[in-house]
């Protein structure tokens, strides 16, 4: 187990060391991993906006400055040249994306590398909960100074995002204030010493506000849902009257029919 020595907010130091939680401060420093994030890091920073010009980007030197032979000189093509002054440049640098992307898990074990690297330098501090009322300069640097960390690098490592606290660190150019949960493998060995916050080591809530306490939100009330109206009943459809009905047309028998066809055939 790992210890850390323990400071109080105003900066005096207990006489018992803070014992750091061992799923994160297990003592393996990788150091590969760490040269790749490091890498990895300062390469994502490059602009890649470097470019030079090569004799194809230069105007002029389409004629040859003089004739092949009989001047006794070297023989020259072109005054855009690379071996001339103000020619093209030979494999000059040109816009390009230097950005190294690593996994998740590698950046994770490089962060527990730099932190455990930190600890067994005696370099890593806990300190409690680090209440600030209103962004005071004087007041952060004071407690560096009873740390006995001043004039040096120093990374300030809060439980979540502390407002008062980073406007307090800002005006320091030795100090960086920023979240636990924030830190990379970079800003941890960047600094010489890490100032961290016991409540962010201790699995405390994290605070997103000025002041350190966690405030409970107020619950709102529970809106009623205004009751449906009762559905009307649909009304009774008036029932039409039945249409009379006309009376069937009489039907010829055939006795009828039957004469009258054989008058027409005896008179044809």
Same mark, same amino acid.
Do not use: C
């Given at each position: ?217 107020? %619950?709102? !009330? &529970?809106? #009623? *849902? $205004? =009751?449906? +109206?009762? @559905? /009307? ?6 029932? %039409?009257? !039945? &249409?009379? #009905? *006309? $009376? =069937?047309? +009489?039907? @010829? /028998? ?11 055939? #005896?008179?044809?």
């Amino acid at each position: 187990m790992i210890e850390a020595p323990h400071y109080s907010a105003s900066g005096s130091k207990h006489k018992s060391a803070f014992a750091l939680p061992a799923e994160l401060f297990d003592g393996t420093v990788h150091e590969p991993v760490l040269h790749q994030a490091i890498k990895s890091h300062l390469a994502n920073q490059r602009q890649g906006t470097a470019k030079t010009k090569t004799r194809s980007f230069i105007s002029g030197g389409n004629q040859k400055p003089w004739r092949q032979k009989g001047t006794g000189r070297a023989r020259q093509g072109s005054i855009r040249s690379p071996l001339w002054r103000g020619g093209g440049i030979v494999f000059g640098p040109i816009p390009r994306d230097y950005r190294a992307d690593l996994p998740r898990k590698v950046r994770q074990l490089a962060r527990r590398s730099a932190l455990n690297a930190r600890a067994r330098e005696g370099s890593l501090l806990v300190v409690e909960a680090m209440q600030f009322d209103a962004p005071k300069t004087k007041q952060l640097a004071g407690l560096l100074g009873k740390l006995g960390l001043e004039g040096k690098k120093v990374l300030v490592l809060s439980n979540g995002l502390n407002r008062n606290l980073y406007l307090s660190g800002r005006n320091l150019p030795a100090a960086e204030v920023m979240s636990f949960s924030d830190a990379s493998a970079y800003d941890v060995l960047w600094s010489d010493a890490v100032v961290v916050e016991q409540a962010a080591l201790g699995g405390g809530e994290p605070v997103e506000a000025g002041t350190h306490a966690p405030v409970a939100k107020p %619950k709102a !009330a &529970a809106k #009623k *849902k $205004p =009751a449906r +109206p009762a @559905a /009307k009943a649909p009304a009774a459809r008036a029932k %039409k009257p !039945a &249409a009379a #009905k *006309k $009376p =069937a047309k +009489p039907v @010829a /028998k055939k006795s009828q029919i039957k004469p009258a066809a054989k008058k027409k055939k #005896k008179e044809s």
